[in-house]
């Protein structure tokens, strides 16, 4: 079966632009998480949906980022007025189920560029 | 809070010898742990996880872990390297207390030479 699909794959903008990065999970996954890697650092968790339930947004770095899921399915991450602190892969992930003990399947990620 | 460290930014090793990237972590209840690859240009991909049960975990491409309680690690281990395992792996940690999220290490650079 399919994989994690993320789109784009890359994207460069200019500082102050607005973007919509996307995530199609795998089909059944109920739980949808979102990572910045930016370059030097690990991964840093951004936010988290499952099923119906509130998001968990705490990783969120500023209120410029915010992230819907629509139809318990596809999100999409949305960053606006961009800074070129942004640059970096953002990762999608998927898992199957509320176990917490379940692992996470990743996307290929988008490369965000801000110039 | 929960956090993973990687001490070692790069480990280099001789095709056919053994390897280990060392891993330790520090959450406040009993953790789950996981370990993922990434390969250039490409998402992570799961390798093995431990939740419960046997120290000794085994997973993809003849990988295994060993998780030791009392000394919070959990060191991924192969006992024969090749060069195709070159790539960059992330140890994480989610406590099962805290919510769902993962948290990553900074990541181990490892080479695999002839």
């Known amino acids: 079966g399919a994989g994690v699909s993320q789109s784009p794959s890359n994207k460069v903008t200019e500082k102050g632009k607005d973007v919509e990065l996307r995530c199609d999970p795998i089909s059944g996954h109920t739980a949808l998480y979102w990572y910045r890697q930016s370059l030097g650092q690990g991964l840093e968790f951004l936010i988290y949906?499952?099923?119906?339930?509130?998001?968990?947004k705490s990783g969120l770095p500023s209120d410029r980022f915010s992230a819907e899921r629509t139809g318990g399915s596809v999100s999409t991450l949305t960053i606006q007025r961009t800074q070129q602190e942004d640059s970096a892969v953002y990762l999608c992930a998927s898992t199957l189920g509320w176990g917490s003990y379940n692992e996470q399947f990743f996307g290929p990620g988008t490369r965000l560029t801000v110039l | 809070a929960q956090s993973v460290a990687q001490p070692e930014d790069q480990v280099n090793v001789a095709e056919g010898n053994p390897l280990t990237v060392k891993c330790t972590y520090s959450v406040s209840g009993n953790p789950y742990l996981f370990w993922y690859v990434q390969y250039p240009n490409r998402g992570l991909q799961f390798l093995l996880k431990?939740?419960?049960?046997?120290?000794l975990v085994k997973g993809s491409y003849g990988f295994e872990a060993e998780f030791n309680k009392s000394q919070t690690s959990f060191h991924l281990k192969k006992p024969s390297a090749l060069v195709s395992d070159s790539a960059l792996y992330f140890c994480?940690?989610?406590?099962?207390?805290?919510?769902?999220?993962?948290?990553f290490g900074t990541g181990t650079q490892l080479k695999v030479e002839l």
């Open positions: 949906f499952q099923g119906n339930s509130a998001p968990d």
């Open positions: 994480a940690v989610r406590d099962p207390g805290g919510g769902n999220k993962l948290t």
């Open positions: 431990y939740i419960t049960g046997d120290n």
